[in-house]
Nanobody, 116 residues
Framework: VQLVESGGGLVQAGGSLRLSCAASGSTYSTIAMVWFRQAPGKQREVVAG????????NYADSVEGRSTISRGNAKNTMYLKMSSLKPEKTAVYYC??????????WGQGTQVTVSS
């Protein structure tokens, strides 16, 4: 499974971005997709996750209701819509997937920079 994130960039505080994660390869057994982020000098942390069948979602407490995770109809694409962005949300955002056998895959990440 290969994961490619896109949609990052430079945005002013208060702005919005929509990140995408496109999965390819043997994605038929993917059961969950999760967004992580890693800010400079900090550990990687969970942002939000989604179950591919059924679309159940879960968010980290730090998301504060300003982000929405979703998936595409083909279930091999995941999105993260972030609004009212703050400079402290500057980070590299990563996509991770799990499959039914427990294998996990990471993307290379996409940089999000929020300027004040």
């Amino acid at each position: 499974v290969q994961l490619v994130e896109s949609g990052g960039g430079l945005v002013q505080a208060g702005g919005s971005l929509r990140l995408s994660c496109a999965a390819s390869g043997s994605t038929y057994s993917t059961i969950a997709m999760v967004w992580f982020r890693q800010a400079p000098g900090k550990q990687r942390e969970v942002v939000a996750g989604i179950i591919t069948d059924g679309g159940s979602t879960n968010y980290a407490d730090s998301v504060e209701g300003r982000s929405t995770i979703s998936r595409g109809n083909a279930k091999n694409t995941m999105y993260l819509k972030m609004s009212s962005l703050k400079p402290e949300k500057t980070a590299v955002y990563y996509c991770k997937t799990w499959d039914e056998k427990g294998y996990r895959y990471w993307g290379q990440g996409t940089q999000v920079t929020v300027s004040s």
